[in-house]
């Protein structure tokens, strides 16, 4: 989550649409209910997310997306295909996604199988550029430039430069990421 052409600084938890496969043990099923929030399914592992977590946990309930898209993710095992469809169909509940698989990795992890515990920067970027976060995931060469990026050294500019040649098509979207990054989270993304 770099500068201009170096997105690759970092943040090693990687912001792939895989950070959030495992988000199987939320589901989408309606019933039961958080200490917080009314709704959504109700496992130890969500009610650990919904206490540790009440504004990330409120938030995804609150986007129909959201849990639609934790269902969809459910159906498609490791079909990347089918995970790309998913991000189509609920893009507005993929930052919401993202946020509640950063609590279930962190604050959550013995309670919940799965999740991605993020760095402060990238989080920040899930919760502030929640639009252009949603775009770029959406976007298949922004999100593949994104994590060709983030698997290049921070200053090996070779790798960063073959990332944009292999996947230009993506560098639009990236950028308004990155600028949203830029005025959002500087504090927070070194």
């Given amino acids: 989550w770099g500068g201009d052409r170096g997105a690759g600084t970092g943040d090693s938890g990687r912001a792939t649409a895989a950070g959030v496969g495992g988000a199987g043990a939320v589901g ?28 990330v946990w409120c938030g995804c309930l609150d986007e129909p997306s959201c849990l639609g898209l934790f269902g969809c993710y459910q159906q498609c095992g490791a079909d990347p295909m089918c995970e790309q469809a998913c991000l189509q169909q609920f893009e507005p509940g993929i930052a919401d996604v993202l946020l509640v698989s950063d609590c279930a990795g962190s604050a959550c992890s013995a309670a919940c199988n799965w999740g991605n515990d993020v760095p402060p920067c990238t989080e920040c970027i899930y919760d502030q550029c929640e639009d252009e976060t949603n775009a770029c995931f959406v976007e298949p060469q922004c999100l593949a430039l994104l994590q060709c990026l983030m698997d290049c050294d921070p200053l090996e500019l070779s790798c960063q430069d073959q990332c944009y040649d292999d996947h230009g098509a993506g560098v639009d979207t990236l950028e308004v990421l990155l600028q949203c990054r830029a005025a959002n989270c500087s504090s927070r993304c070194p």
């Avoid at 989408?28 to 969500?46: F, I, R």
């Fill in 28 to 55: 989408s099923g309606s019933g039961g209910s958080s200490t917080v929030c009314e709704g959504g399914p109700s496992t130890p592992c969500t009610e650990c997310i919904a206490e540790s977590c009440a504004a």
